[in-house]
């Protein structure tokens, strides 16, 4: 598997207080597959994790949202925490940039709260998505056909509940990225969706 993804580029989109785990274990896993791991956010130098109940760790930030162009990019990681996805989905190149990948038919994998961010793109009506159970009424009114499974994968959308599932979350985004570019919203059916 890590043959067909090697030399791939991965984005990770995330701004201050994103959950610890919920980026840099998706970060190793990409590493250790062979891939490139940008990491992009509104924030220059430095972003801040959350960890759990605190403040956690400051990840280098490779690129400032500005400078990011989504094209050089195979697939969009987004990692969770409470703060992060409120703060991205208020700025409107952080927005774009996300918007990009659904409008490519790019893969996507974001875990926990990070859903939550991707209803500013207005693209995700339809489509078959897990979160933290609590933005699930933020996401179904939305438009998403919610579930509760440890990873739910739509057309290159991977979506997971919680840290818990990063295994599973982890697997199918690198599985994903190894698919490449799906087809784009109104280009399947529903049957093309089961993952």
């Not at 785990?21 to 597959?33: K, V």
């Not at 994790?49 to 500005?66: F, L, N, R, Y």
């Not at 057309?155 to 599973?168: E, I, M």
Request: proline share 6%; hydrophobic share 40%; net charge negative.
């Amino acid at each position: 598997m890590a043959k067909n993804v090697e030399g791939k580029k991965v984005a990770i989109l995330t701004d201050q207080g994103f959950e610890e785990i919920e980026l840099t274990s998706p970060m190793n896993a990409l590493e250790e597959a062979g891939v490139t791991v940008h990491v992009i956010s509104p924030q220059k130098d430095k972003v801040k994790a959350w960890d759990q109940d605190h403040w956690g760790i400051e990840i280098p930030v490779d690129k400032h949202i500005s400078e990011a162009n989504p094209e050089d990019y195979d697939m969009l990681m987004l990692p969770g925490g409470v703060m992060n996805p409120d703060k991205l989905r208020q700025n409107k190149a952080c927005v774009l940039f996300a918007r990009h990948f659904l409008e490519q038919g790019k893969p996507i994998a974001a875990i926990c709260h990070a859903p939550q961010f991707l209803i500013e793109t207005e693209m995700i009506s339809n489509r078959q998505m897990t979160s933290y159970p609590s933005i699930k009424t933020d996401l179904v009114n939305a438009g998403v056909l919610w579930e509760d499974s440890e990873v739910v994968v739509d057309n290159g959308l991977v979506t997971s509940r919680n840290p818990d599932d990063l295994p599973a979350f982890n697997k199918k985004m690198i599985e994903e990225l190894a698919e490449g570019r799906h087809a784009t919203v109104g280009q399947f059916t529903k049957h093309d969706r089961q993952s």
